[in-house]
Each structure stands twice: as C-alpha cells, then as structure tokens.
C-alpha cells in the first residue's frame, strides 16, 4: 500500500452542468480533495464533454479548488500548455496519443503544473518506464475511457499492483490515480494495491448526500491501513 495521502477527486462529467460550480463547491464543501475534470475531443474518445472556456470559468469561480484535468484528445502536445494556462493544477494525457510525450511533460511542469501520464485498460505499463522521473502521476484507466458511469473492470487491481512494483523498482515517487467505477465497494482493494488518488463520477455526484458518498470511499478505503 502507498504511504502517500489519500485523496477523493469526485468527476465533474457526473454532475449537472447547469449547475457546474455550485455542485464542485458542494463536493469540496463535503470534503473532497480534488475535482476531476474530463476533456473528450469526440475523436480519441466517442464523447465530446468540455474544453478550456469551462477551466477557466471553473478556476474563477473556485480560485483554491485543485483542478486535476484529463485530456483524453488526440493532439494532447498543443494543449498541455493552454489547459495549464487555463486554470489546471495537474495535467494528463494518454502517451499514445502524444507525438512526444517527454516534451508534453515538461511543457506542464515549465508552467509550474504538476503532470500526469493516463493508462488505458488495454496500455502496457512500459510506457512509463522512461518517463516516471518526470512525472507527478500515473492515472490507471478502470475502464476505457469516453463515458462515465461504466463498470469497474476488475484485472485494474492487479495492474494497479504491478504499477505499484514498478515504480518501486525504477525509485519513482508518484500518486497513483484510478479513474473508473470506483466506489465503496471497491476502495480498500484499490488503496491496498497501491493507489492513492480515487476518482468517482457517479459514486459522489450520483448520491443523495455528497458528505456520506465521499465519506464512504474514505472510510473504506481507510481500512487497507
């Protein structure tokens, strides 16, 4: 298990748009750690979701909130650097769909941003092996990317521990973040297995009490110790 803090980072492509900044203060104001936010082009991913108006405007109206922004896109290289400018305080992208990724990170870093590297269900861990010491994150896909509200895919927790070994054996310091289905149910596993950065869309945003919903995946996840 990862000695690093736990943190809840509820995914805003849960919540009611109409209400977007009401509802991310809502999450925080129930003690979530950080807010997720998905960026979908409709080309790297089936989904269009938002683009840099919506940071900016989510960054104005919670000047202290940690916006940890995923940008499922095709040409991440040109808009690392925008969505940092943006409001972000953590950048991801996926290195497949990266030209090169090593200068993508160090775009996000120049600009004083932490960085992350996304990992599909379907990506080799190997991607990192030369690009852990650059980065802040690794953000371990639960399920393919495009759409919340899927099923936790269960093989992610061995991934999870074998990222954990990873890191360990290459002297990589990182959070490690789990993006996908992720619940109560599922949360010591995780934790457990290495992860210290949960995501849940639906799990907070779908919940009748945002304070019960995150107090549950943290109690939970508490328990791996």
């Not at 202290?64 to 095709?74: C, E, N, R, S, T």
Request: with cysteine; charged share 20%.
């Amino acid at each position: 298990m990862t000695t690093r803090q736990l943190r809840i980072a509820p995914s805003i492509l849960s919540a009611d748009f109409a209400h977007l900044a009401d509802q991310c203060q809502a999450v925080i104001d129930a003690g979530a750690d950080w807010l997720h936010v998905d960026v979908m082009d409709g080309h790297y991913v089936p989904n269009i979701t938002i683009g840099l108006p919506v940071v900016e405007a989510l960054r104005q109206a919670l000047p202290d909130a940690f916006l940890d922004v995923h940008l499922m896109i095709d040409n991440p290289d040109d808009f690392v650097g925008p969505f940092a400018r943006a409001g972000a305080d953590l950048v991801s992208f996926h290195p497949e769909t990266s030209r090169h990724p090593h200068r993508a990170i160090h775009t996000i870093k120049a600009l004083g941003k932490k960085a992350g590297l996304a990992i599909n269900p379907g990506t080799p861990l190997n991607w990192l092996d030369h690009l852990a010491h650059d980065l802040d994150l690794a953000l371990i896909m639960s399920v393919n990317p495009g759409f919340g509200g899927q099923a936790f895919i269960p093989h992610t927790v061995d991934k999870i521990r074998q990222l954990t070994a990873r890191l360990e054996a290459l002297g990589a310091d990182l959070d490690i973040e789990v993006d996908g289905g992720v619940s109560p149910s599922n949360a010591e596993q995780l934790r457990r297995a290495g992860a210290n950065v949960l995501v849940a869309g639906s799990a907070v945003f779908g919940a009748p009490n945002y304070k019960q919903a995150i107090d549950a995946i943290r109690q939970q996840a508490s328990l791996a110790g």
